[in-house]
């Protein structure tokens, strides 16, 4: 597809579970950029990958959360654990260079965790 | 530590009126300041963008102006049409770092037929 796509659009999972989402960020762009967003708050910044690597992860709120891109295209965002203050919605993007003006979203991952 | 702030939470205007939406932010060093527009269940689309050296950025309905002195941006939209009904969150850009993009809270436009 021409857009970023990301699966599941959602999730309902028990507290204490492993949850993975995944993001397809736009052929051809090198940066890709986790956010969430929780009910009333605003997008709050996660993570950023310039090619595979991600040059700073102090976004991630616990070390319950990890992510890692391969092949400088499909990046996973993985919780351990879950609580339930973990509910949100997961948003990616992704633009052509790092830095660049606009960024792409996916429709992002609704989790909940009950 | 918030460095973009829309303090309006929501906002009503009649069909065919402007719609001003405002943002406030901390950080004189930004470059860009965007507006992306966010209906339920999807993600945020880009709508509009101005340069940090501009004061004024117009694209059909819907204008950007940028007060560095005051670090306030306001986005138009008129006439509004109920289309219009969405999200609004503003957001400022950094060109270096990696954490580069930081985005206000949103605020819910409803535009009434």
């Known amino acids: 597809g021409a857009g970023v796509s990301q699966s599941p659009s959602n999730k309902v999972t028990e507290k204490g579970k492993d949850v993975e989402l995944r993001c397809d960020p736009i052929s051809g762009h090198t940066a890709l950029y986790w956010y969430r967003q929780s009910l009333g708050q605003g997008l709050e910044f996660l993570i950023y990958f310039q090619g595979n690597s991600a040059p700073d992860k102090s976004g991630l709120p616990s070390d319950r959360f990890s992510a890692e891109r391969t092949g400088g295209s499909v990046s996973t965002l993985t919780i351990q654990r879950t609580q339930q203050e973990d509910s949100a919605v997961y948003l990616c993007?992704?633009?052509?260079?790092?830095?660049?003006?606009?960024?792409?979203f996916g429709p992002g991952t609704r989790l909940t965790v009950l | 530590d918030q460095q973009v702030k829309q303090n309006s939470p929501s906002l009503s205007v009649q069909e065919g009126r402007i719609s001003i939406l405002n943002c406030d932010y901390t950080?004189?060093?930004?470059?860009?300041f965007l507006w992306y527009k966010k209906y339920p269940a999807e993600g945020p689309t880009f709508l509009i963008s101005i340069s940090s050296i501009k004061d004024k950025n117009e694209d059909g309905r819907f204008t950007v102006f940028l007060n560095k002195s005051a670090k306030h941006l306001s986005l138009h939209i008129v006439p509004s049409q109920p289309g219009d009904s969405a999200v609004y969150f503003c957001a400022a850009l950094l060109l270096a770092g990696a954490n580069n993009l930081f985005f206000g809270t949103g605020t819910r436009l409803t535009v009434i037929p």
């Open positions: 950080n004189s060093m930004f470059d860009y």
């Open positions: 993007a992704s633009s052509l260079f790092p830095g660049q003006n606009t960024q792409y």
